[in-house]
């Protein structure tokens, strides 16, 4: 990596960045590679990194539509944990957390990974039971987890409402290997890797459709900047699998909702790591430069917008009120929306699809960000090795039709007041 003197850094900022040198190529695409990943947010770059650095396979092209980071990787509230709790969650969870404990020495770059903790209240004795079930689960796949009562959750958060009258705060199960991450330059690291060992990242080229041999297989894509061939395509498109897939005849189950998230002005540290509210989808950490990061649920309809509405901010504000009334003397400084890809049991799919030369990434649902390792390690062994990798082999394409559904939620312990 290249390393800068405080001078050149201030030369270069008033210089109008002309001087910086990039982190990734940005070459002209070939007429084919081995295997092409569309998509350039962190699952499909981190698909490219893996492919190159495990598998060997480097005549590999990441194609976006628009440019890296602009898309779901930019647009999210950065957290990363692994307390789930079904058999087809937590091994894939846990690994993508301890692939995030090495991130940074694997891409060589500060993706500004930050162990802080994640802390999810529960408020009766129904929710300590299941957060207790929860978190014994997750000890028995080798993930952290602590029990605590309301004491040691007023230690560490003193801030919080333990006495609400509707939610008075029991005490909270606390994962101290969860946090948070600099969601961009996780794109940046891994863009930056996977560059280095040779990958094309092909930016500003929208795929179109898909190219097709006699036999109906794909071999390829039609894209902006002309038709590139390939032994593999996988799609990698977050909010959009379902009508880039519907190119190539796939109709998969799931539907794009937009997921909002919110920043406040910035004020003093006084959120330590992650909070989450027990009694509605509410979560809040703090950002290094002091603004209050949090968000809520999706809105409940079909939208492949980038913005939200305003009931579920409404909804959201009234959560972080519940919850920690102080933050009702902050400003709202702005909001943003990804668009999710929903699928029907709220787990992911990372599968061969029905159609030959074509593998799938999608239904992250709630938890695409805190997946980006793992999602790009086993998509890359599916890419690679044409196999489900041993934490991902729960996540098929059929197991709509079988009923083996993995139906957890993927934004973490659910409201149960009862």
């Not at 957290?79 to 087809?88: A, H, Q, T, V």
């Not at 913005?307 to 009702?328: F, H, K, Q, Y």
């Not at 992250?364 to 890419?383: I, V």
């Not at 090795?385 to 098929?396: C, E, F, G, I, P």
Request: overall charge neutral; aromatic content about 8%.
């Amino acid at each position: 990596m290249t390393r800068y003197s405080i001078a050149s850094l201030v030369r270069n900022a008033f210089s109008g960045h002309r001087n910086w040198q990039p982190t990734w190529r940005s070459p002209e695409p070939r007429e084919a590679y081995d295997i092409i990943v569309v998509g350039g947010g962190g699952h499909g770059l981190a698909t490219a990194h893996y492919l190159a650095k495990v598998h060997g396979i480097t005549n590999v092209a990441v194609i976006e539509k628009g440019w890296i980071g602009g898309g779901n990787v930019g647009r999210n509230t950065t957290i990363i944990r692994s307390n789930y709790m079904l058999d087809g969650n937590e091994p894939f969870y846990e690994w993508s957390l301890k692939l995030w404990e090495g991130l940074e020495q694997d891409v060589n770059y500060n993706a500004m990974v930050s162990q802080r903790g994640v802390l999810n209240l529960f408020h009766s004795d129904a929710q300590r039971d299941a957060a207790a079930r929860r978190g014994n689960t997750m000890r028995l796949y080798g993930a952290d987890a602590e029990l605590l009562d309301r004491d040691a959750v007023r230690k560490l958060c003193p801030f919080l409402d333990f006495d609400n009258g509707r939610f008075p705060i029991q005490g909270g199960l606390l994962q101290a290997r969860g946090g948070s991450a600099r969601h961009d330059a996780v794109a940046w690291g891994y863009a930056h890797a996977a560059s280095a060992r040779g990958v094309d990242i092909i930016q500003n080229c929208e795929v179109k459709g898909f190219l097709r041999d006699a036999s109906g297989s794909v071999v390829g894509v039609e894209t902006t900047r002309g038709a590139i061939r390939a032994g593999k395509v996988g799609i990698a498109v977050a909010g959009h699998s379902g009508h880039v897939a519907a190119m190539a005849d796939v109709r998969l189950p799931i539907e794009s909702h937009v997921l909002q998230a919110f920043v406040s002005e910035a004020v003093k540290p006084i959120i330590p790591g992650v909070v989450t509210f027990g009694a509605a989808h509410f979560y809040i950490s703090q950002s290094d430069k002091g603004g209050l990061v949090f968000g809520g649920d999706v809105d409940g309809y079909n939208s492949y917008a980038q913005r939200g509405n305003l009931p579920i901010v409404e909804d959201t504000c009234e959560s972080a009120m519940a919850m920690v009334p102080m933050v009702g003397r902050s400003r709202l400084l702005r909001s943003w929306g990804g668009v999710m890809d929903m699928s029907m049991d709220g787990s992911p799919i990372i599968d061969h699809s029905p159609v030959e030369g074509l593998y799938l990434n999608a239904g992250w649902c709630y938890g695409g960000f805190k997946a980006t390792p793992a999602s790009g390690w086993c998509f890359a062994h599916l890419l690679a090795t044409d196999r489900s990798h041993d934490v991902a082999k729960a996540y098929r394409l059929d197991r709509f039709i079988t009923g083996e559904i993995i139906d957890e939620k993927g934004q973490g312990p659910q409201p149960n007041l009862h």
